[in-house]
């Protein structure tokens, strides 16, 4: 998120011009930076063919750059998730199916790195499918608990809340004490610049701003798993270090909330 408050001051900076992206169609996501030079060209190119490469079981004749599937995996390619360079859908309405998100699994402790001890079976993560002979590890399903929350001026609006289960699971139940972090495949456009960003002007920057990055929204679906519809409900979740922010907003007139959220979807 700092990255992303400072990605937006280059942008600014720079006036926009050499970031902006002349063609805003379906493929806007996916294309070079402008002024790529021609062996920076060249692996942009190739990179864009592996993200997009749909990987496959070995042995094979003719597609041995390809082999590398499994035996257990996610999905066929990287653009499958990071769908045309930008975010991953939302949990499927009808069956909660999540496809290009990933579930995180753990269990209390912590793994050689300080990070979340890996379940003993299931390891750090879901993997749904597996190669012919190898069961898939299971799905989560996303199903959503929808409840009334009555704003200052008697408006209701409806907050839905995500229920997160599991389905077909191969290798035995995860077991008490098992902790998941359901997120969704992020945009990969910009990583780049941030990249070129030194981490003490990052810090810096934070710092001189009072370490409270921007927030930056995308479109359709809110939040880190998807369960925000619309930017108001968004503001609704927020809770903790937000929730004054929450109340304030759950207070305005709606006018006012109008013109906030007209505000936030033309930054
Ligand atoms: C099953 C869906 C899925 C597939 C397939 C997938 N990703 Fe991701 N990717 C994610 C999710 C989810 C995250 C965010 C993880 C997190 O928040 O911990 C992520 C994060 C990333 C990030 C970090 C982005 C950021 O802003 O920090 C990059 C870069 C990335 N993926 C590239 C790739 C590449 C390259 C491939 C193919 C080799 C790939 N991904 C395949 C789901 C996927």
């Known amino acids: 998120m700092k990255r992303a408050a400072l990605f937006l001051a280059l942008v600014c900076l720079s006036g926009g011009a050499p970031y902006e992206n002349p063609a805003l169609d379906g493929d806007a996501f996916n294309r070079p930076i402008s002024g790529l030079g021609e062996t920076p060209m060249r ?16 042995p094979s004749v003719d597609e041995n750059e390809s082999i590398g599937l499994g035996p257990l995996y996610n999905r066929l390619s990287c653009i499958a998730c ?3 360079g930008g975010r991953g859908a939302a949990p499927d309405p009808e069956n909660g199916a999540v496809r290009s998100m990933v579930l ?7 793994d050689a790195h ?17 190669i012919p002979g190898v069961p898939g590890e299971g799905r989560a399903i996303v199903t959503f608990e929808e409840g009334p929350v009555t704003l200052g001026d008697g408006a209701v609006v409806s907050l839905r809340r995500p229920h997160l289960s599991f389905a077909d699971l191969g290798y035995g139940a995860f077991g008490d004490g098992v902790t998941t972090s359901l997120r969704n495949a992020p945009p990969t456009f910009g990583l780049g610049l941030l990249e070129a960003a030194p981490d003490d ?9 009072g370490g409270r990055p921007n927030l930056v929204w995308d479109a359709a ?10 930017l108001a409900e968004a503001i609704l979740w927020h809770g903790g270090e937000a929730q004054h922010a929450r ?7 709606s006018g006012e909330r109008d013109a906030l959220l007209a505000f936030l979807t033309s930054l």
């Open 104 to 110: 995180r699994l753990g269990v209390p402790g912590r």
């Open 82 to 84: 990071h769908v045309k």
């Open 247 to 253: 109340d304030g907003f759950a207070a305005l007139s």
């Open 221 to 230: 679906n809110y939040l880190h798993d998807g369960r925000a519809r619309t």
């Open 114 to 130: 300080g990070g979340p001890a890996p379940h003993p079976v299931y390891g750090g993560q879901l993997q749904p499918d597996g």
């Open 43 to 58: 692996n942009f190119r190739a990179g864009g063919g592996l993200f997009r490469r749909a990987w496959i079981i070995g």
């Open 201 to 209: 002007d990052i810090l810096a920057y934070a710092r001189t701003h």
